[in-house]
């Protein structure tokens, strides 16, 4: 059996039945004993999977057999391990099939949406078969470190993901909008609350890249003159220069792993919510209807968050 790994990607393109993809995508997976999740729409499609490593080809090669898909790039990264059961007998596919299912999800979700990133805006969006249409101009790593080189201070980084995940890694100096989801940086930009950053060269940066397609765009929209978009998003940086770049701290991913560092020895930034020690772990809130996130070292994971634990 080949080793475990998971795939960061997307891409945007116009998709003219995304329920269709939907179905498509889900028996595909199935056959291949793939977890994670998937989200489609008319703009294109959003993933994240794993599973054995000859599995996960074999996705990337199909999947790409759809012309609107033709141009995927994923991101590469190791799983922590296979669930120690076999996987259940799936309708439609042969039960004799080998693959094991990955540890760092706990099921396969696959679903039509509006919008790959939730901002509230899909009308506004828009797509060809070039990307998003208006969005800011993609900077490799090196090309990020060479504006920072050349402008100094007046670059700014604006941190493209939830507030919490920015607790335990940002880039060096960022702004980091106090947001609990993607909805919340529309009302920000357009309350006026960035509007000092409107003349200065902003580079937007999330996880894999895909936030800021989208927020880009919108800022671009909404005032912003120079903008630009960390290309391959803080993964492909922290591939690049792992500890030595812009980046401190770790990277907060969305599955069983919760954090990854690029390097051994990577700075822990963020600090437990309950007793202040520094930690790179992040914890649920521990009372169920709650879905708040906060950096909690190991004796606090579970906790119940601030607000909460005052009642």
């Not at 296979?82 to 007998?89: A, I, S, T």
């Not at 980046?247 to 963020?270: K, T």
């Not at 209807?289 to 606090?300: G, I, L, M, T």
Request: aromatic residues 8%; charged residues 30%.
């Amino acid at each position: 059996m080949s080793e475990p790994k998971i795939l960061l990607y997307y891409v945007f393109a116009p998709v003219a039945d995304p329920d269709a993809v939907r179905l498509w995508q889900r028996e595909l997976c199935e056959s291949l004993g793939l977890r994670g999740r998937i989200i489609v729409s008319r703009h294109g499609i959003n993933g994240t999977v794993g599973g054995e490593l000859d599995a996960c080809k074999r996705y990337l090669r199909r999947t790409r057999e759809y012309g609107p898909f033709a141009a995927l790039e994923a991101k590469w990264s190791d799983g922590t391990g296979f669930d120690p059961e076999l996987p259940e007998p799936l309708h439609g596919v042969d039960r004799r099939a080998p693959w094991r299912r990955l540890a760092d999800f706990p099921r396969l979700s696959v679903k039509v949406r509006d919008e790959l990133v939730a901002f509230g805006i899909p009308d506004e969006t828009e797509v060809s078969d070039d990307g998003v249409v208006g969005g800011g101009v993609h900077l490799s790593p090196e090309a990020v470190n060479d504006l920072v080189a050349e402008r100094g201070e007046d670059v700014v980084f604006f941190d493209g993901r939830n507030a919490w995940e920015a607790e335990i890694g940002r880039f060096k100096g960022a702004v980091v909008p106090d947001v609990e989801t993607t909805h919340g940086f529309i009302e920000q930009i357009e309350g006026g609350a960035f509007d000092d950053l409107k003349n200065r060269p902003v580079v937007t940066y999330c996880t894999g890249g895909i936030r800021c397609e989208i927020l880009s765009a919108a800022m671009r929209k909404r005032g912003f003159g120079e903008v630009y978009q960390v290309d391959g998003g803080i993964v492909r940086y922290g591939e690049t220069f792992g500890n030595d770049g812009l980046w401190e701290g770790s990277l907060a991913v969305f599955d069983g792993r919760e954090a990854v560092d690029f390097a051994p020895g990577a700075a822990v930034i963020g600090s437990c919510a309950v007793c202040g020690i520094p930690s790179n772990r992040l914890s649920n809130c521990g009372e169920p209807s709650c879905r708040d996130r906060f950096v909690a070292c190991d004796e606090h994971r579970g906790a119940a968050c601030e607000a909460h634990a005052a009642r």
